[in-house]
């Protein structure tokens, strides 16, 4: 598979403030880039999805940024709040591919009072 | 979205052992998939699981260790076969989503090989 580089392991933000995660790829095919929050003990839920067509997308508090020339995208998580401690994943797949998904590393976001 | 359930949610086995892994969604789904995510790590996909095809294994998986059925549209099972310890994981079913490659995953099952 290929990869999808994230960035940074681990962010510490306080109440109030702006969440910033973000994500690189190699391969040009990609055209669906999700994001994931994940919770201990849970399964990943599907947070904001984003194509190429399209440099931001927002829902609420959360913004992704798509750079394609750059081969990069973000996601902004504004007012962050102590409820959106959870690891984050981005993702990316490929038209065609049966929706396969290739997960960047994950950032593990703590949000403090 | 879909609703997914997994069973067992948590199991701790012995090493040379097999565990089947169900999966269950409420809905009619044609791709299935199951993932393995190493604790603290990403999640790696194991097999792409379509009703009534052989399932699609992803380098590095192979059908002997990971047996996959999908006996219909809203059922799954992963084996993990003849255990060591290295498959201690998180094992995650997910299901394509009705808008075009979304997926939504189950909460996981939590394995130890000892």
């Known amino acids: 598979q290929q990869q999808v580089k994230q960035s940074p392991q681990s962010l510490i933000v306080q109440k109030g403030g702006i969440s910033i995660i973000n994500c690189a790829y190699e391969n040009t095919a990609f055209d669906y880039f999700p994001w994931y929050q994940q919770f201990p003990g849970k399964g990943p839920a599907l947070l904001i999805a984003?194509?190429?067509?399209?440099s931001e997308k927002k829902e609420g508090r959360f913004t992704i940024s798509f750079n394609k020339s750059a081969k990069q995208f973000s996601l902004h998580i504004m007012d962050s709040q102590p409820g959106d401690s959870a690891t984050y994943f981005c993702?990316?797949?490929?038209?065609?591919?049966?929706?396969?998904?290739?997960f960047g590393t994950g950032t593990r976001l703590q949000v403090t009072l | 979205s879909a609703v997914i359930s997994q069973k067992p949610s948590r199991d701790i086995c012995q090493r040379g052992t097999s565990l089947t892994i169900q999966c269950q969604v409420d809905?009619?789904?044609?791709?299935m998939f199951w993932y393995r995510q190493q604790p603290g790590q990403s999640l790696t996909l194991i097999a792409t699981?379509?009703?009534?095809?052989?399932?699609?294994?992803e380098s590095g998986f192979v059908i002997d260790k990971f047996p996959i059925s999908r006996p219909n549209l809203t059922f799954s099972t992963l084996t993990v076969s003849n255990m060591s310890p290295e498959d201690s994981s998180i094992y995650l079913c997910?299901?394509?989503?009705?808008?075009?490659?979304?997926?939504?995953f189950g909460p996981g099952t939590r394995l130890l090989v000892l």
């Open positions: 699981a379509n009703q009534g095809s052989e399932a699609t294994y």
């Open positions: 809905s009619q789904v044609t791709m």
């Open positions: 993702a990316a797949s490929k038209a065609g591919t049966a929706s396969k998904l290739t």
């Open positions: 984003i194509r190429p067509d399209v």
């Open positions: 997910s299901v394509e989503g009705k808008a075009v490659e979304t997926q939504y």
